[in-house]
């Protein structure tokens, strides 16, 4: 890996520099985020400033698939486009691991940012 930050890094630390908690605005035990200059006024929290991150890389998704020792997986199902009637995702990758022998079940979170310029 490179020692530069990815366009993703720097999104990321972009979100995160944008939303500090405001110095200047401490409201009875909690402080104001730096986002709203002349909005309302929003409390910074750490779940405030997640959102944010997950906003800007798009939504973060979960999808769920059966891995074998090698690393290599099966086709992943996703949670977000499952279109299975009666099955979750992970149900349906659970299918895969009692199928397939060795196999893990393993989920990742899969983000739905594109790099736009």
Known sequence: MSDEPSDAHKLIAEV???HQPNEWGQHDGWWEC???H???LVPWTPEHVAAEVDKALGGLNRTWAAVF???SYMTPYHEVWNFH???????LAEGD???YEDTTLKAQWVSGWT???
């Open 16 to 18: 995160i520099l944008r």
């Open 34 to 36: 730096c986002c709203q």
């Open 38 to 40: 002349g909005g309302p």
């Open 69 to 71: 020792p090698d690393g």
């Open 85 to 91: 009637p009666n099955k979750s995702a992970r149900e």
């Open 97 to 99: 691991v009692a199928e």
């Open 115 to 117: 790099v736009t310029e």
